[in-house]
């Protein structure tokens, strides 16, 4: 009777090639359909462009026009007069970018974002804060901040106010 040899693969070219299509399926399910193709990747900020409610008596206001509760972009005094914190949401691998800032008139100013980033972005949605100076010349209260997308990106400005 003729003796039946059993061939076996090593276990870890098994395993190396689960990893390799488990891999695949996991960056595959990730991967947009284009560069910069993710819903909301790199958008321009959306949300509230409502009046910020003024400090209480009591000390109840924060003093800031707070579009954080619908996820849109927010401003608040960090020292009054000086400086400001803008945040904005956006992909954590590709957050909104401020490119400038600059005077509108005494009591106003203009926020331009840079253009969004065209590579990969994840799919999240997270706040982004900077710190900007409020440019010379402007000292009229309350303050408008226009935030205004890149040229070509199609989307409206929006307004928020610093008391």
Known sequence: MAETTHHRRPATASRAALVAVAATFLLGACAQTGPGDAPGAGAAPTGSSSASAPASPDGD??????????????????DEGRSFSLTLYGSSTCPPAVESVEAAGADAVTVRLAPADQGMCTMDYVPTVSEHDLPDGVDGRPVAIDVVVAAGEGAEPVSLELP
């Open 61 to 78: 206001g924060d003093g800031s026009d707070d579009g954080t509760a619908d996820g849109g972009p927010s401003v608040a005094w960090l």
